[in-house]
């Protein structure tokens, strides 16, 4: 195949994927001085944390690359990033936006009390099997749920429940000070409904106002009409235990591997491969110019241009997390053939 031919067969497959029309999705090809502030970044740290998944990526130029991170030929990191790699702006017509996500803690128990009500289930076997299972309202209601074993910990409030379904993984943190650390293991198949916009349909708040310390608030002081607002969503994550990572390290990403705070983000893999660096222009009240890993996905992460920047584990980063909602620009650091590659035949 002509390299011509390979780039069409290349933009064709991320039109098919993606959904994108031809007009609408973009690539450019950028040079390292045109990255606000690279040189000032830590790219041994970006280096690293590149190291730890990049042995999973399957392709071959990847594992090529990955080979040669893990020899020890190289004076610097950034040495190794410039000289193997090309950043490449995609575009598809959205504006780019950065959000922030994080591991909650929460406060449970291995058995249910009269503070340790709510459990955080396992997958159901025939809920694997279907599409589409039972609404997050059923699921609650506890009639096909009760009595099947499937409960891994009760937790004591139904909020941050609730919001670590919405992260994906957590840890839940025992009364005798040990932890049981879980991850995603799949939903019930509907789509995720966001209560957030729901308050403000409702005219409770406008837009500007809500954040997730704003929903756990008026959720608290409302009682069933705040589980109420809940149960809008009717998608209802499952969850496995994954106690065998250990506590200093974060939680595992979609690759199955620990990420890492600020420099791991969640990415649509539609437009970015997993494990793949990327560089961010974050904008907005704290600038962010930094070299990160893609390392995860998010249902609400969508497009080319939109990223979750993970923050760590607990409430301070929670609070963090919750806050950011910033423009800017992203950057997908890929091998210097491909690359090139994926410009339209005439730029190339």
């Given at each position: 195949?002509?390299?011509?031919a ?11 994927m ?35 998944t990049c042995a ?50 929460l406060?449970g ?6 503070r ?28 096909v749920?009760e ?10 409030d ?19 000070g ?37 929903i ?15 149960r ?10 994954v ?20 420099r ?8 970015t ?20 890993i ?55």
């Amino acid at each position: 195949m002509t390299r011509g031919a390979f780039a069409s067969a290349l933009l064709a497959m991320v039109l098919a994927m993606t959904g994108a029309r031809a007009d609408e999705l973009t690539y450019k090809v950028m040079e390292f001085d045109q990255l606000e502030s690279w040189e000032a970044d830590d790219h041994v740290a970006a280096l690293d944390v590149f190291k730890s998944t990049c042995a999973d990526m399957k392709d071959p130029d990847w594992r090529s690359l990955c080979a040669v991170a893990h020899s020890k030929k190289w004076p610097d990191a950034k040495a190794f990033f410039e000289l193997f790699f090309r950043p490449i702006m995609a575009e598809d017509g959205q504006d780019g936006l950065f959000t922030g996500y994080f591991e909650p803690e929460l406060d449970g128990a291995k058995r249910p009390s009269a503070r340790y009500r709510f459990p955080v289930y396992r997958m159901p076997p025939e809920a694997r099997r279907t599409s589409l299972w039972h609404p997050r309202s059923i699921i609650e209601a506890g009639g096909v749920m009760e009595g099947r074993g499937l409960e891994i910990a009760w937790v004591d409030d139904p909020v941050e429940l609730f919001f670590l379904q919405v992260q994906g993984s957590g840890r839940i943190r025992l009364e005798d000070g040990s932890h049981i650390r879980v991850g995603y293991a799949g939903k019930n198949g509907h789509e995720y409904r966001s209560v957030g916009r729901e308050l403000v349909r409702r005219g409770i708040y406008n837009a500007h106002q809500v954040s997730a310390q704003v929903i756990k608030n008026w959720v608290r002081r409302n009682g069933e009409a705040g589980l109420d607002l809940l149960r809008h969503n009717p998608s209802y994550v499952f969850f496995r235990e994954v106690s065998h990572v250990s506590p200093e390290l974060g939680p595992l990403g979609a690759m199955n591997r620990s990420i890492t705070d600020m420099r791991s983000i969640a990415v649509d893999p539609k437009f970015t491969p997993l494990g793949a660096p990327v560089w961010i222009e974050k904008e907005g009240q704290n600038p962010l110019h930094r070299l990160m890993i893609a390392q995860d996905t998010g249902s609400a992460i969508k497009g080319s241009q939109r990223a979750d920047i993970f923050f760590g584990t607990g409430d301070g980063a929670g609070r963090k997390a919750g806050r950011l909602k910033d423009p800017g620009r992203m950057m997908v650091l890929m091998p210097i053939q491909r690359a090139y590659a994926m410009l339209p035949e005439g730029e190339q």
